[in-house]
């Protein structure tokens, strides 16, 4: 890949539900490094947006590249494989599991031990649950989580669980990161630290990132630059102060009182 090359590249891009047109014509590149914001009122199609960049729709038309690589019609592990993870708006986590065991599940799919060796109980499985482990517990730490690494999934508070979700997500070692509304239901300081962590793994583990989140300081505050969607479609893109003084985005969603 050149320098030149986007990341991602999204072109002209849709996927039709019967009669409806949830995202239609989107074309979007990220480059490597940047941290991106995806915005737009309920119902506008961020989401499927995500699942088509995941292979969890295959798009009806258009082309979605990572690098050099075709994602079309790839399933979802293959791309994840590829290089894209990402959390969800309702947080998917195996809440009977303790936190430690919640990162370590993620890294299982890279893990180098083989099952052959998983099976026969060969000393390379035990170096490698070993490795996986003191690995997990490195990013545990970074997540300021290593405290409560035996505790069950379920028993921590909300704004833990979303820091879970987004360090069971980079277990993958992804090269681009998707970010389903990360700070839904948090306080305002839970959202304050989450976007001090959201800059922070963009830095240590050089990640691009897309970002959709209604939280307009949050989005304004860490995002390069912004795509807004409305009714399936591109209505704008620019950096945060294009956005907010956009008239389109206003009568779409900031509303007045955000210009
Ligand atoms: N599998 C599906 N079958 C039919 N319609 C769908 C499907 N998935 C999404 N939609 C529709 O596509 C449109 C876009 O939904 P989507 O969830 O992507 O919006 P969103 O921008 O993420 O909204 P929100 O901010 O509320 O999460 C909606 O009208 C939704 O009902």
């Given at each position: 890949m050149t320098a030149k090359t986007p990341l991602l590249k999204v072109e002209n891009v849709g996927i039709r539900f019967g009669g409806l047109?949830?995202?239609?014509?989107v074309n979007l590149e990220l480059n490597q490094g940047e941290l991106v914001g995806l915005i737009g009122p309920n119902g506008a199609g961020k989401t499927t947006f995500f699942n088509l960049l995941t292979g969890v729709y295959v798009p009806t038309e258009g082309m979605i590249s990572l690098g050099s690589e075709k994602l079309n019609g790839l399933a979802p592990y293959k791309i994840n494989q590829k290089g894209i993870s990402r959390t969800f708006q309702n947080i998917r986590l195996f809440s009977d599991l303790s936190v430690l065991d919640n990162v370590k599940v993620a890294y299982h799919s890279l893990a180098k031990h083989s099952i052959v060796s998983s099976l026969l109980r060969l000393p390379s499985h035990f170096s490698g649950e070993k490795e996986m482990e003191e690995k997990a517990i490195e990013f545990l730490k970074i997540f300021k989580l290593e405290s409560v690494m035996h505790e069950q999934a379920k028993n921590l508070p909300y704004g833990q669980q979303r820091r879970l979700e987004i360090a069971r997500a980079l277990a993958a070692n992804p090269k681009l990161l998707l970010l389903d509304?990360?700070?839904?239901?948090?306080n305002p300081q839970e959202t304050e630290e989450l976007m001090n962590l959201i800059a922070l793994i963009r830095e240590r583990f050089s990640l691009t990132i897309l970002l959709i989140e209604h939280d307009m300081l949050l989005v304004m505050g860490v995002c390069e630059r912004i795509y807004v969607l409305d009714h399936g479609q591109l209505i704008a893109q620019g950096n945060p102060e294009q956005i907010r003084n956009n008239p389109k985005v206003i009568e779409a969603y900031l509303g007045e009182e955000v210009s």
């Open positions: 047109k949830a995202v239609s014509d509304e990360p700070a839904a239901g948090m």
